[in-house]
């Protein structure tokens, strides 16, 4: 159970935002720290430097003359800057020797600071310098300067105070880390706790739309990356619905559409049998029975071609077609059919249309279209085939004055088992579906232009080459 919490989101988020903290704390702590300690230092050196220039100048000003002037000008100087200052005199002894002639020092003895190494190392060159000096387990910023031959002052300052404040700076910022670290793990854990929950609510969600229930929609108000997952998730939900509810639909148009030709043959047999009929009669019911026969026929081969088109197995030829030719054919062919129905079925071109693609299929495409304009118009409506050819496209058009489609429904017409009208006796719904994949896979398109009074399906495929 530990193990599956540390490999939740929520566990990794909170931890990468506590590492990030963590991280983030301790490149301050490595970069603030010695800055300011090296910050510190230098403006305290730069102190005693500003200190020792002055007890050079009062004394080059005025210099004392007696030992009472002495004391007065180094205690003077070193109570108003909180600092040591030591006058030298230098004896050019073998060795060099360093004689104190006046010292406003606090909490250290003349002998320590006769040792100095800055002052013997000035008292050498005989120009001016600073640094940090260590005496025993403490340190010390120092400057020392000529103030006139053979003398020198050196000012010291004790860092104890810098490095009081390096320490509570220190103290501070790994409190504030601790503090940081802790509320960076609550606050991140519960933000992260909150986006693991939508991530669980999606995860429930799949689960119910993989075991087919679409009812309950994907909520999720969130802007980010997240809430435009729910929010394709739900448009994959509702998709998944109109599907389901499609097949559902399909199933019961193919049961109503195979039962009842089925029913009708298995009626007509069973009267064949029947020895008393009439030659007229039997010669009608065997008509009767080969249309149902090719009824049969059609939906087999429309769930046929779907099947290839999904598998990609469905063999195309690319060659040269004349669209005019379709055209004619298809005028021949559905004219009896559009008598029956009481419609006008007209074509118009100009001319030849050569198109390249399938000729069978391309006919296939024509009859989907002549056949749905017939069917869903009423009687009277006028239909009309055309071809023509522009902008390196060829053009199949079927066209009817019937009252138009919705644009509810002209969204979903090139849809598999669509059917618009919502009854059993409107076809498998499977036509148009497979008229739009047979001209995409013949790099082609089928598009729709529709409104009351003229609706317009055409078929547009590529020109054939010049070099051909």
Sequence with gaps: MRRLRLQSVGARLSLALLVLVAGALAVVYLIVVPSLEDRLIDARRSHVERVADQVRG?????????????????????????????????????????????????GGSVEDVADDPLARDVARTFSGGSRVVQHGDREYAEAALPVAPSVLVLVSSSLDDAAATIELVKRRILIAGVIALVAALLVGYAAASVFARRIRRLERAADRIAGGSFDEPVVDTGKDELGQLARAFDRMRERLAQLERAR???????????????????????????????????????????????????????????SRLDAGHLHLERAPVDLGRVAELLLEEFEPVARNSEHTLELSGNGEAPALGDEQRVLQIGRALV?????????????????????GQAALAVEDNGPGISAEHASHVFERFYRSDGTLASGSGLGLAIARELAEVMEGEIDLESRPGRTVFRVLLPTVPLSQ
């Design 58 to 106: 009062a004394w080059r000003f005025e210099p004392p003359q007696t030992q009472e002037a002495m004391d007065e000008l180094v205690l003077g100087y070193a109570s108003a800057t909180n600092t040591r200052v030591t006058i030298f005199e230098t004896l050019n002894d073998a060795p060099l020797s360093l004689n104190v002639l006046g010292d406003g020092g606090a």
């Design 248 to 306: 559902r639909e399909f199933i019961a148009n193919a049961s109503h559409e195979l039962r009842t030709p089925l029913f009708s043959l298995g009626g007509h047999l069973e009267l064949l049998t029947d020895e008393e009929l009439d030659e007229p009669t039997r010669y009608e019911f065997l008509v009767r029975m080969r249309e149902q026969v090719e009824r049969l026929t059609k939906l087999a081969e429309e769930l046929l071609d779907l």
């Design 371 to 391: 056949e749905n304009a017939l069917r869903h118009t009423p009687p009277g409506t006028r239909v009309r085939i055309q071809t023509a050819q522009n902008d």
